[in-house]
C-alpha cells in the first residue's frame, strides 16, 4: 500500500518554493476542533537572510520591479487581484478553518484584499510628484519631486486577520516598486502560501515577493534587524512594536507600526438605542474580538445607561457560537493560549470588582466541545483603574463605564495609553463633532462602528503605532521622496530655450 506523505508547506525565495535550513516543521490547528490542518516549515535565520538578499538581488541589482513602468507593474496587480478573486472562496475558507472566524467574515476579507490590489494598481498610475516655483539666487532653476520605491521591506502580520493584514502593506509596497520579504503569523500562514502561489503565477520577478515562514523570534526579530532591510512595516502588539522600533535602529530603516488599541464607544442618552446596540455588538464581538480596533471600552450616558446593558445583554446572550464554516455569528479564538489568556482576564474582572453580567467563561457545549470558545461577555460597573479596562484583552470582552457630562465622556475616552480608534453615538451633529474632535485616536466612527475603507488612511495616535496604512498615505509609506533641481543655465529644457 503506497502512504503519501504530504509535504510541508514551504517558503518562497527568489522565485522558488524552498524548504527551510532547519528541517524543522510547524503544525498549524484548526482552533474550533484542536485538530491538525496542515503542516509548514518552520524556518531559521538562514533563510531570512537568503529571502533577504533575493530582495536585495531584485531590487539593486537587477531592478526589474522597480524599473518596470507603473502600468505593467499595475497589469501584473490587476492579474492577482483577478486571479484572488477566482478563488476568493478557497481562500475564505482557509482563513475561517485556521483562523476560527465565521466563513463570511472570512470572504469579507477575500473580498477586501481584491479591492485593495485593484486600489493601489490603479493609483501607481495616478499622477504624483510636483513641480516647485523656486527662486532665481542661483540663476534659472527647475525644481521637481520624485515618489520613488525605498527598497528591501520586510512585512510582518498578526494573525486575526491572516490574509488581510498582509494584503494591507503586500499591494502598496509591490505597487511602489519594492521588494518584499513577508512573515506572517505562525499561527495562520495557509491562506499567505495561497497568495504566493497567485503571486508566481502571475509574472513577479524573481526576489520581488519572498516569503519565509516561522516564529517572531527567529523570523521576525531578523527582518527587523537586518542591515540590509531598508524599511520593517508590522502590525502586532504593542510590545512587540517596541522592539521592532529598537531593533530598526541600527541602520535607522523606516519603520510602519500599527499595533494594540483600547478604543472607546461613546453612547449619548439621544442616541437610537436599537442601533447602538447593534454597532457597539459589531464593535466588540465581530471577529470574536480580535480586533485592534475594537470598541472594547463602552463609554455610556448615566441616563441612557440601564435601558443599553440591559438591551446589549440580551443580544449578547443571543450570539450563536460554533463551527466557523457553519457561519454562526462568533468562531473560536485563534489558539488555546489566546482562549487561557482571556480567561485569565476575565477571572481578573470578577476579581476587581466588575459585575459580570453575561458570559465569562469557555463555550464547550455542541460543535463547542473541543475547539478554544469563549463566550461573549460583558463587564458593568468597571472603573478606569481596572486592568481589564486599561490592558487590550484581544478577546469577546467588553467593559461598561458611565459619565453624567460630555467633559466626563471624553476625558474618560482618552484616559489609555493607546489611541487607534473610537466611536460616538448621539443625534446631536455638533456634539458628535465636538467629541470626535476630542478624541485622540487615528480611526473614529461616529453613530458606527467599524466600517473600513481601503481609500481611507488607518493606523493610530499614541501607543497604537506609527504610520498610516490604505489609502494614497499607504503608498507614501513605502516610498521616498526625492527632490531633483536642474541648473538650466547648463542643461536648458525645451521649453525653456524657446522663450
Ligand atoms: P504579536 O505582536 O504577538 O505578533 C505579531 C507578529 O509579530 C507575528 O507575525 C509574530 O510572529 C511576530 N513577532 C513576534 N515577536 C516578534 C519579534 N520579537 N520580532 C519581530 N516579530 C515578532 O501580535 P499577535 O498576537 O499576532 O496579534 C495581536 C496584536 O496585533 C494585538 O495587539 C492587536 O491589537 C494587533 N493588531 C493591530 C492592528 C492595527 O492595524 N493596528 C491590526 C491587527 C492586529
Redesign the pocket.
Known amino acids: 500500500m503506497n502512504i503519501t506523505v504530504k509535504e510541508p508547506l514551504k517558503n518562497y525565495i527568489a522565485g522558488q518554493w524552498k524548504d527551510s535550513s532547519t528541517g524543522r516543521t510547524r503544525k498549524i490547528i484548526n482552533p474550533a476542533n484542536g485538530e491538525i490542518i496542515d503542516t509548514v516549515v518552520e524556518s531559521g535565520k538562514e533563510d531570512v537572510k537568503n529571502a533577504i538578499a533575493a530582495a536585495k538581488k531584485s531590487f539593486y541589482e537587477s531592478g526589474e520591479w522597480r524599473r518596470m513602468c507603473g502600468q505593467d507593474r499595475a497589469d501584473i496587480l490587476f492579474k492577482i487581484a483577478r486571479e484572488l478573486d477566482n478563488v476568493k472562496e478557497k481562500m475564505a475558507e482557509l482563513d475561517s478553518r485556521n483562523q476560527g472566524k465565521p466563513y463570511r467574515e472570512a470572504l469579507g476579507d477575500i473580498q477586501d484584499a481584491v479591492y485593495c490590489f485593484r486600489y493601489y494598481a490603479g493609483l501607481i498610475t495616478k499622477p504624483c510628484g510636483g513641480v516647485y516655483d523656486v527662486n532665481d539666487e542661483f540663476g534659472p532653476m527647475h525644481s521637481y519631486m520624485v515618489h520613488e520605491p525605498v527598497g528591501v521591506c520586510g512585512q510582518?502580520?498578526?494573525?486575526?486577520?491572516p490574509l488581510l493584514?498582509g494584503i494591507w502593506k503586500m499591494a502598496p509596497a509591490l505597487a511602489a516598486g519594492n521588494s518584499i520579504v513577508f512573515?506572517?503569523?505562525?499561527l495562520t500562514p495557509l491562506s499567505t502560501v495561497k497568495m504566493f502561489e497567485i503571486f508566481d503565477k502571475a509574472g513577479l520577478p524573481a526576489g520581488a515577493a519572498n516569503l519565509v515562514l516561522g516564529?517572531?523570534?527567529t523570523v521576525?526579530?531578523e527582518l527587523?534587524a537586518s542591515n540590509d532591510v531598508d524599511m520593517v512595516t508590522?502590525?502586532?502588539?504593542?510590545v512587540?512594536g517596541q522592539?521592532?522600533m529598537r531593533a530598526a535602529a541600527g541602520n535607522l530603516k523606516k519603520v510602519g507600526l500599527?499595533?494594540?488599541?483600547k478604543s472607546p464607544n461613546v453612547i449619548f442618552d439621544d442616541a437610537d438605542l436599537e442601533s447602538a446596540v447593534e454597532w457597539a455588538m459589531i464593535g466588540i464581538f465581530f471577529n470574536q474580538g480580535e480586533v485592534?480596533s475594537a470598541g472594547s471600552r463602552i463609554i455610556v450616558q448615566d441616563t441612557m445607561h440601564d435601558r443599553f446593558v440591559k438591551r446589549l445583554v440580551e443580544r449578547a446572550e443571543a450570539i450563536t457560537i460554533g463551527d466557523p464554516l457553519k457561519d454562526p455569528d462568533m468562531g473560536p479564538l485563534v489558539s488555546e493560549e489566546q482562549m487561557n489568556k482571556v480567561l485569565d482576564y476575565i477571572r481578573i474582572g470578577k476579581e476587581e470588582g466588575a459585575k459580570c453580567l453575561c458570559g465569562g467563561c469557555r463555550a464547550t457545549e455542541g460543535d463547542c466541545a473541543k475547539g478554544f470558545f469563549v463566550k461573549p461577555t460583558v463587564f458593568d460597573g468597571c472603573s478606569p483603574d481596572m486592568r481589564i479596562v486599561k490592558e487590550?484583552i484581544?478577546g469577546p470582552v467588553v467593559t461598561v463605564q458611565t459619565f453624567s457630562t460630555e467633559g466626563e465622556a471624553t476625558l474618560m475616552a482618552n484616559d489609555t495609553e493607546y489611541g487607534?480608534a473610537g466611536a460616538v453615538f448621539t443625534k446631536d451633529c455638533a456634539r458628535a463633532l465636538r467629541v470626535i474632535k476630542e478624541i485622540r485616536a487615528g480611526i473614529t466612527w461616529i453613530n458606527c462602528y467599524n466600517p473600513t475603507f481601503n481609500e481611507a488612511p488607518?493606523g493610530?495616535y499614541k501607543m497604537?503605532?506609527v504610520g498610516r496604512e490604505l489609502g494614497p498615505h499607504g503608498l507614501e509609506e513605502y516610498q521616498e521622496i526625492k527632490q531633483v533641481n536642474i541648473n538650466l543655465s547648463e542643461t536648458p529644457l525645451g521649453w525653456y530655450e524657446n522663450e
Open positions: 510582518i502580520t498578526p494573525w486575526n486577520y493584514m512573515k506572517p503569523a505562525s516564529s517572531g523570534d521576525g526579530s527587523a508590522f502590525t502586532g502588539s504593542t512587540v522592539e521592532i500599527e499595533l494594540g488599541g485592534c487590550e484581544f487607534l488607518w493610530g497604537s503605532g
